[in-house]
């Protein structure tokens, strides 16, 4: 039987004590690492933990980065009000590996690159390096935003906690931890902070699937209730999820984020070695896929529990993103402390992500523009500037979250902003790696024609939001209480496709194929445009800036067939070097000194 939900109580003492346990573990991970090996004094230790993490922790890191708050609250609040159509995209998350452990992964260890706009300057010229430079800094700003906000409201909202106490008391710990312990800080804290994650969550199925009479009855009432859905296969790219736009339109934003975007990149680039590296991102994949699976079976489990009364058309919250915190207090507000880690679980969520935004948001500052305007800069001089830039990203990300709070529902607004932009950032590295025959001009400029084509189809959706037909929510069986009055500008569904102008039914594209979309436009106009001024010729490439296709995926098939497809690219292979210079650079991993003793011993 579903339960009626009611004004749920506070936070006691306990779980004040849970959740500043949580950030005083994550600032003492910083404190160790700022005092420990070589202290974060030079660049490398501070933005690539020396090139010598062990994969775990890597892998642990990649996943904690996944999980943000943004999963944490998004995902359960998405299964509960549209059903289980978004578990495709574990099918994404599967492709993401496979093509960026085959192509972009290959390269940036080819060339033992810090940023990934290095690349960038190597395959066309110093501008286009600017220009994913700008591309970077407005993805990950907006999406920082994002991720502090969200749970913030959420939790105040529900448990009370302070609004803006919880926006700087994220940002505040994360850039504290991330400033002074570097890398190794921001992978280990995401150890610790993935495990209260997780715990958090199974402790939420474990209680709520309890109060249900077991998990069977969860699935039946979710069953009966239309929110077990798996059958959509249509290929109108207008219905907001299907099988299409979940596992195929996803893998461009997942392959923007973990094929090009320098927070992830920076981090498997920390193994040193690429094997290694690949090992990290398999353990990554098969850990998103089992914490994606949590967070719907979370939503699930909140939906069966609320199946006859919904919290949300009852006034008891005001923004569905707030559900999965009205259900830990609901659930547990009379057990002190497990409402408490269930709320760590959230600002563990947001701090992982921060963490490593800010971190990849110095990296690529210091790389790409203060070594362009000091390249002489001293490494003692360089890396304080790199800790300065984390610090003033860090205020910069806080005073963000305003402008976040008008994006709407999180979940959303997040993939919207990684499929706006990541998409078309994702098409500049493609044309790079795989279009040997494109130039400059056509890279800059069609990256910024398949901007300005999905920020013009984002922004549009915002202001002209399609309808998603969600299926009903119930209040059968709720218990009538005046003194509950639902939010007049929550709760009404108001019809206005009648207000809507003729171009409106663009806007109407899931968010799911921004991304590809938006590639897409990137990649022909890049190509058009490189032909109409003098294209590059393939034959003359630097093979080791090119990753063709029938390398990457068709290296089984004939060589006549796989020369066709490398578009006049030779045969993967070393530009002319001599054997000393290529076994060097073929080192799995070594420091600066034995790399120097090594060469000395050649010679």
């Given at each position: 039987?579903?339960?009626t939900?009611g004004d749920?109580?506070?936070?006691h003492?306990?779980?004040y004590?849970?959740?500043?346990?949580v950030l005083l573990v994550?600032?003492c991970i910083?404190?160790?690492?700022a005092?420990?090996g070589?202290?974060q004094k030079?660049?490398?230790e501070f933005?690539?933990?020396?090139?010598?993490?062990n994969?775990?922790?890597?892998?642990m890191s990649l996943?904690a980065s996944f999980?943000s708050a943004?999963?944490?609250l998004g995902t359960?609040s998405e299964?509960y009000?549209h059903?289980?159509?978004f578990w495709?995209?574990?099918?994404?998350?599967?492709?993401?590996?496979?093509?960026?452990?085959?192509?972009?992964?290959v390269?940036f260890?080819e060339?033992e690159i810090?940023?990934?706009?290095e690349?960038?300057e190597?395959?066309f010229?110093?501008p286009?390096r600017?220009?994913?430079?700008?591309l970077f800094f407005?993805?990950?700003?907006?999406?920082?935003?994002?991720v502090?906000?969200a749970?913030?409201?959420a939790l105040n909202?529900?448990?009370?906690?302070?609004l803006?106490g919880?926006?700087?008391t994220?940002?505040?710990?994360c850039t504290?931890y991330t400033t002074i312990?570097?890398?190794k800080?921001v992978?280990?804290?995401d150890?610790f902070?993935?495990?209260?994650?997780?715990a958090g969550?199974l402790s939420?199925?474990?209680?709520?699937?309890?109060r249900?009479g077991?998990?069977?009855n969860?699935?039946?009432i979710?069953?009966?209730?239309a929110r077990?859905?798996?059958?959509?296969?249509e290929l109108?790219p207008t219905?907001r999820?299907?099988?299409?736009?979940l596992?195929i339109?996803?893998s461009?934003?997942?392959?923007?984020?973990y094929?090009?975007?320098?927070?992830?990149?920076?981090?498997y680039?920390s193994c040193?070695?690429?094997?290694t590296?690949?090992?990290a991102?398999a353990m990554?994949?098969v850990g998103?896929?089992f914490?994606?699976?949590?967070a719907?079976?979370?939503?699930?489990v909140i939906f069966a529990n609320y199946?006859d009364?919904?919290p949300?058309?009852?006034?008891?919250?005001?923004?569905?993103d707030?559900?999965?915190p009205y259900?830990?207090?609901?659930?547990?507000?009379d057990?002190p402390?497990l409402?408490?880690?269930?709320?760590a679980?959230?600002?563990s969520?947001a701090?992982?992500?921060?963490?490593?935004?800010?971190?990849?948001?110095?990296?690529?500052a210091?790389?790409d523009?203060?070594?362009?305007?000091w390249?002489n800069?001293s490494?003692?001089?360089?890396t304080?500037?790199?800790?300065?830039?984390?610090?003033?990203?860090?205020?910069v990300?806080i005073?963000?979250t305003?402008?976040?709070?008008q994006l709407?529902?999180?979940?959303q607004a997040s993939?919207s902003i990684?499929?706006?932009?990541?998409?078309?950032?994702f098409?500049?590295?493609?044309l790079g790696?795989?279009?040997p025959?494109v130039n400059?001009?056509?890279?800059?400029?069609g990256t910024l024609i398949g901007l300005a084509?999905?920020?013009?189809?984002?922004?549009?959706?915002?202001i002209?939001?399609?309808?998603?037909?969600?299926?009903s929510?119930?209040?059968?069986m709720?218990f009538?209480?005046?003194?509950?009055i639902p939010?007049?500008?929550?709760?009404p569904?108001?019809?206005?496709?009648e207000?809507?102008?003729?171009?409106?039914w663009?806007?109407?594209?899931?968010?799911?194929?921004?991304s590809?979309?938006s590639?897409?436009?990137?990649?022909?106009?890049?190509?058009?445009i490189?032909?109409?001024?003098g294209?590059n010729?393939?034959?003359?490439?630097d093979?080791t800036?090119?990753?063709?296709?029938a390398?990457s995926?068709l290296?089984?098939?004939p060589d006549a067939a796989?020369?066709?497809c490398?578009c006049g690219?030779?045969?993967?292979?070393?530009?002319?070097?001599?054997e000393?210079?290529?076994?060097?650079?073929e080192?799995?991993?070594?420091d600066e000194v034995?790399?120097e003793k090594?060469?000395?011993t050649l010679?």
């Amino acid at each position: 039987m579903a339960i009626t939900p009611g004004d749920v109580g506070m936070f006691h003492a306990w779980d004040y004590v849970v959740i500043a346990l949580v950030l005083l573990v994550s600032t003492c991970i910083g404190l160790y690492y700022a005092l420990a090996g070589g202290r974060q004094k030079t660049a490398r230790e501070f933005l690539l933990a020396d090139r010598n993490m062990n994969p775990i922790p890597v892998a642990m890191s990649l996943v904690a980065s996944f999980i943000s708050a943004i999963t944490v609250l998004g995902t359960p609040s998405e299964v509960y009000r549209h059903g289980t159509m978004f578990w495709y995209i574990c099918f994404a998350y599967i492709i993401t590996g496979i093509v960026t452990s085959r192509t972009f992964m290959v390269i940036f260890f080819e060339y033992e690159i810090t940023s990934t706009n290095e690349y960038l300057e190597r395959r066309f010229n110093k501008p286009v390096r600017y220009l994913g430079t700008a591309l970077f800094f407005l993805q990950m700003m907006l999406y920082l935003g994002i991720v502090i906000y969200a749970p913030a409201l959420a939790l105040n909202a529900v448990t009370g906690l302070s609004l803006w106490g919880s926006v700087i008391t994220i940002g505040v710990v994360c850039t504290f931890y991330t400033t002074i312990g570097g890398l190794k800080a921001v992978l280990w804290t995401d150890v610790f902070q993935v495990l209260v994650m997780m715990a958090g969550m199974l402790s939420v199925i474990i209680a709520g699937t309890s109060r249900m009479g077991g998990f069977r009855n969860v699935w039946e009432i979710a069953e009966n209730r239309a929110r077990l859905d798996f059958v959509h296969f249509e290929l109108d790219p207008t219905v907001r999820h299907t099988v299409w736009g979940l596992a195929i339109g996803q893998s461009f934003t997942w392959c923007s984020s973990y094929g090009v975007n320098q927070a992830q990149v920076q981090r498997y680039l920390s193994c040193g070695k690429k094997s290694t590296a690949q090992a990290a991102l398999a353990m990554a994949i098969v850990g998103m896929i089992f914490v994606v699976s949590v967070a719907c079976i979370v939503g699930l489990v909140i939906f069966a529990n609320y199946a006859d009364c919904d919290p949300y058309t009852e006034g008891y919250i005001t923004a569905i993103d707030q559900l999965f915190p009205y259900f830990v207090m609901d659930l547990s507000g009379d057990k002190p402390g497990l409402p408490g880690l269930c709320t760590a679980c959230v600002f563990s969520a947001a701090l992982s992500t921060v963490s490593s935004g800010l971190n990849s948001l110095s990296a690529i500052a210091g790389e790409d523009i203060i070594k362009s305007i000091w390249p002489n800069i001293s490494e003692t001089k360089y890396t304080v500037a790199t800790k300065i830039l984390a610090v003033t990203f860090g205020v910069v990300a806080i005073l963000t979250t305003v402008l976040a709070s008008q994006l709407g529902a999180i979940l959303q607004a997040s993939l919207s902003i990684f499929g706006m932009v990541g998409g078309p950032l994702f098409g500049l590295f493609s044309l790079g790696v795989f279009f040997p025959c494109v130039n400059s001009y056509g890279a800059g400029f069609g990256t910024l024609i398949g901007l300005a084509t999905s920020m013009w189809i984002g922004i549009g959706a915002m202001i002209y939001p399609p309808d998603s037909n969600p299926p009903s929510l119930s209040t059968a069986m709720c218990f009538v209480n005046a003194s509950v009055i639902p939010d007049p500008f929550v709760t009404p569904i108001v019809d206005t496709e009648e207000s809507y102008p003729p171009i409106a039914w663009l806007y109407s594209i899931s968010y799911c194929w921004y991304s590809g979309l938006s590639w897409l436009v990137c990649i022909v106009f890049g190509l058009l445009i490189s032909f109409a001024t003098g294209h590059n010729d393939p034959s003359k490439a630097d093979v080791t800036l090119h990753r063709p296709i029938a390398d990457s995926f068709l290296c089984c098939l004939p060589d006549a067939a796989t020369d066709v497809c490398r578009c006049g690219v030779g045969q993967g292979h070393y530009p002319e070097e001599d054997e000393e210079s290529i076994e060097i650079k073929e080192l799995d991993v070594y420091d600066e000194v034995d790399a120097e003793k090594h060469e000395n011993t050649l010679a």
